[in-house]
């Protein structure tokens, strides 16, 4: 197991090498247009103990909708696999992903908007 | 029937509209909702992490509140109208059951209040709905909604992950069920369990006006008078992209409980104009 599957396997639960590569989870997913590489493409990277699946924007775009954790054939939860690629980024010393006085029309929000935002996107 | 009831930032602060038809709604269905005294918020998107339950602490201390205001009344059934307050309780009233360690690490973190037993049963409104029965909410309808097509948009938090679906998570019914007992159509919408973008909203706002302007589109391809939408975010992510298309290009968004309430004949809390059309659609005009 390389470090970069010990620290996904550890945050998410999920074992990684259980993928085989089959793409259900990119064919499901409604954000690909957004996204740097394919959910699949990903965890292909992680396998390989690729650290730098880390600057890709594809986990920061996935937004926990699950459909790909339901269709996955291996039964691995994948938008969990996303959240421990962006909780790594996180619980890195120094890093910020978002500053969150500048949300735009923050007064219009409903507040379960900002606070998701700050569940995601700050530790 | 009497059960606790969870009602969420949302209801309160944004849309009070949503709290109050489903009160109205309550009502004429004999349910008593017995607010949980002290709930916090639900942390909305439930952490993934395994290895991090301090961003489940805020469910769990309104589960505490809940479990000692449910003895008091005789039951152990939450509900919460708002399906991202649902989905959190849900998943996090799942996780205290199957592990024990994670139950036993948050007891003891939480050691100015009782310890919480998972015993509390998380339902949606849908739920309780469903086992009133729609045959018996047929009978209860003073204005049915004939002529009038609307899209049911379960969203993603109804349905997903496995083990909070409320019906099947691939092809739900229960929604157009309500629908139909209410007299109105329910339209073919392939994209009923889409994403709405959710929280991308706050920094990306292009990613829901992809989303959305999608989702729109697939209701108004089948020339639907309404969308539906049980989730606060998602009514405020469908608007915002209604904003983004041409007047003749949107489709009115409402909660589904105002539709419900407009039919049982009690007030819906929709805006006048759109109550307006809705009546003007199904010929039962009246002066408002």
Not at chain 1, 32 to 59: F, R, Y
Not at chain 2, 82 to 100: D, F, G, P, T
Not at chain 2, 108 to 114: K, R
Request: negative net charge; contains cysteine.
């Amino acid at each position: 197991m390389n470090e970069l599957v010990e620290r996904v396997t550890e945050i998410s639960g999920q074992n990684v090498y259980s993928c085989y590569q089959c793409g259900n989870c990119s064919a499901g997913c409604m954000f690909t247009d957004e996204m740097d590489m394919l959910p699949h493409q990903v965890i292909a990277l992680v396998q390989g103990g690729d650290k730098s699946v880390l600057e890709l924007n594809t986990s920061w775009i996935c937004a926990s909708c699950f459909v790909c954790s339901i269709r996955c054939p291996r039964g691995l939860d994948v938008a969990a696999i996303m959240e421990a690629l962006r909780e790594i980024k996180i619980r890195e010393k120094g890093f910020r992903k978002v500053d969150l006085r500048k949300i735009k029309d923050v007064e219009k929000l409903p507040q379960i908007a900002i606070t998701a935002a700050a569940q995601k996107f700050t530790w | 029937m009497r059960v606790l009831y969870y009602p969420g930032c949302s209801l309160r602060n944004s849309y009070p509209e949503f709290e109050k038809s489903t009160y109205e709604v309550c009502e004429k269905l004999n349910i008593e909702l017995v607010e949980i005294p002290d709930w916090n918020c639900c942390g909305v998107v439930p952490s993934l992490a395994a290895d991090n339950v301090m961003r489940h602490i805020g469910a769990i201390r309104s589960f505490i509140n809940a479990q000692q205001k449910g003895k008091e009344i005789g039951t152990n059934v939450v509900v919460t109208v708002c399906s991202m307050c649902y989905n959190v309780l849900k998943r996090v009233n799942l996780i205290l059951k199957e592990e024990a360690d994670t139950l036993k690490n948050v007891n003891d973190f939480i050691d100015d209040q009782p310890d919480y037993v998972p015993t509390l049963k998380i339902v949606h409104f849908f739920d309780l709905l469903r086992e009133i029965g729609f045959d018996k909410i047929k009978e209860k309808v003073s204005t049915p909604l004939e002529k009038l097509k609307v899209a049911t948009y379960y969203g993603c938090a109804l349905l997903r992950p496995e083990g909070v679906q409320i019906d099947d998570p691939e092809n739900p019914k229960v929604f157009q069920d309500l629908v139909i007992s209410v007299g109105a159509e329910p339209v073919n919408f392939p994209f009923k369990i889409e994403c709405c973008g959710n929280y991308h909203i706050t920094f990306e706002p292009e990613i829901v006006e992809m989303r959305t302007r999608k989702i729109i589109g697939s209701a108004r391809s089948e020339n639907t008078d309404l969308i539906l939408s049980p989730c606060p975010l998602c009514t405020y992510n469908l608007n915002h992209g209604n904003e983004t298309l041409k007047e003749d290009e949107r489709v009115p968004v409402v909660f589904f409980t105002q539709l419900l309430a407009l039919a049982l004949g009690v007030k819906s809390y929709l805006p006048a104009e759109i109550e307006n059309q809705i009546l003007k659609k199904i010929g039962e005009e009246k002066n408002v």
